[in-house]
Nanobody
Framework: QVQLIESGGGLVQAGGSLRLSCVAS???????AGWFRQAPGKEREFVAG????????PYADSVKGRFTISRDNAKNTVYLQMNSLKPEDTAVYYC??????????????WGQGTQVTVSS
């Protein structure tokens, strides 16, 4: 089993920045990982992913150029740097591990989520 714990969410004004962290613990290091988000009344959507080596980093079109995913394998941690935040980025952000898919059902492990709220 792998446990994922997110942190770094909060309230920020439009145009501001936040950095989310996802720390993995358990019997194995995380392989590929991703960030998803879900706003009230909406489907869970892919935000960004990263392969184990960091060589592949797909992004959703809505966040390209504003968000950056990275990882530190020595710390078993995946990050999501979010810049130029917009009110439409408001959602619960989830860390997931075990895939590099755009489809949330393909991931094996999930964190509990962290709330990101962007005020206009």
């Amino acid at each position: 089993q792998v446990q994922l714990i997110e942190s770094g969410g909060g309230l920020v004004q439009a145009g501001g920045s936040l950095r989310l962290s996802c720390v993995a613990s358990g019997r194995t290091a995380i392989s590929s990982a991703g960030w998803f988000r879900q706003a009230p009344g909406k489907e869970r959507e892919f935000v960004a992913g990263i392969s184990w080596s960091g060589g592949r980093t797909p992004y959703a079109d809505s966040v390209k150029g504003r968000f950056t995913i990275s990882r530190d394998n020595a710390k078993n941690t995946v990050y999501l740097q979010m810049n130029s935040l917009k009110p439409e980025d408001t959602a619960v952000y989830y860390c997931a591990a075990g895939s590099l898919s755009f489809v949330w059902q393909n991931y094996d492990y999930w964190g509990q989520g962290t709330q990101v709220t962007v005020s206009s």
